[in-house]
Nanobody, 127 residues
């Protein structure tokens, strides 16, 4: 049974930090690209960051320099370190997994390309 479980969300003041985790099980997720997306009320799901199986990282311009994606050695837990948070970062954050890009390929940025999804974790940034 495939499971992606996010944790680490919460309420933080602007300028603060949070670290999200995504624990993946049920597949050899070390061979998958892992991505983070977010969705605010009334808005489309938005690409935030992704990491390829080889460790290549990719970011949306809106979070570049503030967020860092990483994965553990086994490749089954993915992290999103979020610093200098802004109220506009408020959203439900989802992790997702994609197998199609290969070991060195750039992960997709479109949410529709990802096969597996977590249930999401709420991040709220107060001003």
């Amino acid at each position: 049974q495939v499971q992606l479980v996010e944790s680490g969300g919460g309420l933080v003041q602007a300028g603060g930090s949070l670290r999200l985790s995504c624990a993946a099980s049920g597949r050899t997720f070390s061979s998958y690209a892992m991505g983070w997306f977010r969705q605010a009320p009334g808005k489309e799901r938005e690409f935030i960051a992704a990491i390829s199986p080889s460790g290549g990282t990719y970011y949306a311009d809106s979070v570049k320099g503030r967020f860092t994606i990483s994965r553990d050695h086994a490749g089954c837990t993915v992290y999103l370190q979020m610093n200098s948070l802004k109220p506009e970062d408020t959203a439900i954050y989802y992790c997702a997994a994609d197998y199609s890009g290969g070991y060195y390929g750039a992960p997709p940025t479109g949410w529709f390309a990802y096969e597996y999804w977590g249930q999401g974790t709420q991040v709220t940034v107060s001003s």
